[in-house]
């Protein structure tokens, strides 16, 4: 189901608490690269009991409908929203997926796969006799550990199901 104006009337009235959470999304989000706006989308989109269009997502949360379209490219990509459609309706409407937490466990793996390759590059660059060597080869340890980890943990997650 759309956007309608009862869900428009809920979120007039969004209270401080929840305010609070989509700015502590946008805060969260940020610290992995993704813009605060981009955060604060996927908190206003967990809370939402029905997709939303862009043009009321930037009404929410007060915000240019230039900075949504902008966001919603990295988020898209990022498969950490959706896009839903409705026949006869032209307007586009975005969802957290269904599978959404799992996404972020793999945007989490992509993120340390390509720190383990930039960290392989150096490893290739330096010398063989370059002190540097221990540090990089411990954080391509580190990046190999983190990955089994959050792997491990995406199989017990879907497992759950």
Not at 45 to 63: C, G, N
């Amino acid at each position: 189901m759309k956007d309608t104006t009862s869900s428009a009337d809920k979120f007039k009235k969004l209270d401080p608490e929840l305010t609070r959470f989509m700015e502590g999304m946008g805060m969260y989000f940020e610290s992995f690269g993704i813009p605060r706006i981009g955060g604060r989308i996927l908190g206003l989109l967990l809370i939402a009991h029905e997709p939303l269009s862009a043009e009321r997502i930037a009404t929410i949360l007060k915000v240019s409908r230039a900075s949504i379209s902008t966001n919603f490219r990295l988020l898209l990509a990022s498969n950490l929203a959706e896009k839903v459609t409705y026949p006869g309706d032209r307007t586009t409407y975005f969802v957290f997926p269904e599978s959404g937490l799992e996404k972020t466990l793999l945007v989490e793996i992509q993120g340390i796969s390509a720190l383990k390759r930039l960290i392989q590059q150096g490893l290739n660059a330096l010398p063989a006799d370059d002190l540097a060597r221990g540090r990089m080869r411990e954080m391509a340890d580190w990046a190999d550990f983190l990955v089994k980890i959050y792997q491990k943990a995406l199989v017990e997650w879907q497992a759950r199901a």
